[in-house]
């Protein structure tokens, strides 16, 4: 792939379990964060339970009751990521704002409760519904502002919110957009929660990325967003740019539908991509956010890719704090990786302790600084799709 | 005795749970292993189907995978595991 | 603009020679039956064992790729640098209910992985990449609002950053009992399904055919020659106006000029 002109990123926030903000989640994830628990949202009826992430300190905004809980979470990290960029809704008129917003339960028919009164013949309240139709991600976020661009909702699962990111960087780039609000959402659901049990891939305690011990993956929920913007629209509106988008790589393995390909081909793609993209090699990388589920599955095949391509580059595993959020993940796990940039600090990898010798890496195991320019976010999805993105630190 | 109705409902539902198209009950082998390119070519997201269809036409539960590798061998080792804990 | 190359469609009246016989007649008229896509010719393409795995949704996806590549003059052979982009409004949602089923029906405990990993809405595209044995880009859109418009935006961003030389680009969805019965609650016309694919290219690598198209936001006032109303013809669906797009497509090659629109967003077609 041919070089590709920077992006700039003018905000980055996020929301999860460590924190309803990036510079809460930051502080907490540093200070050693807090384990998974077990659901509130919805009862568990698996015979062991499962404890998840859900994200904490959050109420709705007014008037957002109509929405489901993923576009609840969606709107207070967009609203979050314009006030942190001192950016108010009337400085984006006339400009043409793109959504672009990576999701996997937020786009889908979930209609349990509804459905179990339809097989019974029962009343058919249709709110369910309602909530449904409006609640669409991207056109939900782009209604309630108002914004005139593109509004896209990508279903890639697992990869969704990188690859949102990567595509909504090509529509700055392609004159398409002035800004884009970029990123995903996830709110954990019941049908995942039983959909990932059943699978067999959810861990009954903490979740411990690439660790010998590690038991499988406890799911999470929440929202990041990137605010992208083109040159002209940063100088419009005065602002500062903490970190820039550079290359986006994505590639589907052809191999299986639930496992990834054990010598990682669609991941090597989807990095090499993205570096050419970037034009960069794979020793400008300062630091990797790793996807890290801490599945049996996932991790070796991260492993093989970063022994053959970044064997002493440090890598990063959030999600012990995070949980798997699904859609979200590969978004929230960017804005991660913004503020990694910008604070130049990483934070430990949560859960980890023992170096499996079957992988033969090891996460950054306690918080350490780093001066890195650049640094690679990498997603693995279900399906075998592999997405990786490139951000580079704004004032390098 | 009860081992031949076991064998025979496992691979009645196999087949339809499974939706092995190209199969009849008559074609399963016993001792044929379930997995792989020499056997009945199952994967590894059938291994969990089927540990969900163990619970539900058996009662019997497969907690992990852990516990299940041996059971899951063959059909004859599969029908052993649910006999011995029905 | 970006060239279509080649289309293929697995609708309820058939393929895309249906489609033109059917706009060849006066006033095109609904089906006498339920909007139902009968996959079975699927089997010329692929082997009926292979097909095990493959649902509903993912046996139209698969039916109406195959054509549009045939279409295109590709078969056995593939395009290079292909890329994969499926837009839908509902997604897979015969195994989606197929997997509430299951919780309902045998409880949580029992739910089926098989049905749930079925119904993650990026699998039809992933088994098309795996079915093409093509490792490569491939993303999915899900949205009600201008899924098809917003699908053909990123199949042109995909092209013009060189991403890829080639872009599948379908649309799906799927009807069900739930989906019919809360239309008809809703006062809806009968809900249909259907998958209409279209090869792409950067018109300089185009691959015989004539046909360009372009997203664009309509102008003011602009009247819009559509071709169909794709609801009298497959039923009303989320990506209804992959229908409308194709039958302009086959409008616009017999030398009628004519648009395609969806929710006020406008695809133009025109002769190269």
Redesign the interface.
Known sequence: ??P?SPVAVLGAECICAAGPTLDTCMESMLQGGHGPASPTLFAC????PFPVFEAADFTPGPGEDKYSRTVQLLLHTTRMAFAKAGITPDALEGLRVGVCIGT?VG??????DY??R??QNGD?E?AA?HTY?RS?P??ALARRYGFTG????????CSSGT?AIG?GA??V??N?CDLVVAGGADELSE?SY???????ITSPEQCRPFDKNRKGLNLGEGAGVLLLASERTVAKLRGSVPAQVLGYG??????????PHPEA??LE?AVN?ALA?SGLGCGDIGFINVHGTGTANNDPVEGFLLKKLFKDTPFVATKGYTGHTLGAAGAMEAVLTVAGLEQGILPACHGFSETDPNIGLAPVARATKTSARFALSQSL?????NSAIVLKRGDA | MREMNIKEKLKEVLISDLNLVDVTPEEIRDDEPLFGDDGLGL???DA?EI??IVQKHFGV?I???EEGKDALRSLVSLAKFIEERQ | MISLSGMGLAAPFGGLKELRAALDTDAPSAPDHKYRVDTTSLTEFVPARRLR?VDHFTSMTLLAAYRALYDAGYGETLPERMG?VLCTG??P?ET??D??DS??DF???C???LA????????P???L??F???????????????PV??GL??AQ??L????VDTVLLGAVDETTP??E??SN??GRNPVGEGAAFFVLQRQEERTGRTIRLAPAEAPKGLAAREVLQPKVLCGDMPVGAAFALAATAVRVEAGIAAECMEHGALIRVEQA
């Open positions: 792939m041919r590709v009826e698996q015979p062991e996997s786009a889908s028919l979930n209609f349990l459905y179990k339809q097989k058919l249709l519904i139709v669409n991207a056109t593109p509004a896209q909702a990508v279903v890639n699962a690859d595509m090509a529509w780039r392609q398409l049908i039983n959909g990932f049990a059943r699978l067999m994505t590639c589907s393995d052809a191999h299986h539908l639930t496992a081909f669609g793609r991509d993209q999805a279900f399906g075998g799709n | 994967d590894s997201l969990v540990i969900v539960e907690r992990n995978m | 795995r994969i509902y997604g949602s989606t209910f997997f509430l919780i309902i409880g949580a405990g739910a089926s992985p749930f990993s079925h119904s993650v809405h990026n699998i595209a992933a088994m990449a795996m093409l044995k093509t490792p490569c880009p491939c993303t999915t859109l899900c949205q009600l609002h201008r418009f917003t935006l990123t961003t995909w013009s950053e060189e991403r739930l989906l019965h809360t609650q809703l």
